[in-house]
């Protein structure tokens, strides 16, 4: 199945907007695109490479189910 949103089908990593962690965009989908960490919704994620592009400081390839806060505080 793929989500609507095309980005979200080529980015390997996606992030989740409720609980912060990243997991692979392939376990999200094989999840019914609820996050494989919380159960948020097919729209709480966001494509790796939009939280890269808020925190520079971030790694290019995240570690699975670590948490990433959008704000660094
Ligand atoms: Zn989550």
């Given at each position: 199945?793929?989500?609507?949103?095309l980005?979200?089908?080529?980015?390997?990593?996606?992030?989740?907007?409720?609980?912060?962690?990243v997991?692979?965009?392939t376990?999200?989908?094989a999840?019914?695109?609820?996050?494989p960490?919380c159960?948020?919704g097919?729209?709480?994620l966001r494509?790796?490479e939009?939280?890269l592009?808020?925190?520079q400081d971030?790694?290019?390839?995240?570690?699975e189910?670590?948490?990433?806060?959008?704000?660094?505080?």
């Amino acid at each position: 199945m793929e989500h609507p949103d095309l980005d979200l089908n080529l980015a390997e990593f996606s992030w989740c907007l409720y609980c912060e962690c990243v997991h692979k965009t392939t376990s999200w989908q094989a999840n019914g695109w609820e996050c494989p960490g919380c159960g948020a919704g097919c729209f709480d994620l966001r494509p790796w490479e939009e939280i890269l592009a808020l925190v520079q400081d971030y790694p290019e390839r995240p570690e699975e189910g670590q948490q990433y806060l959008q704000y660094v505080r």
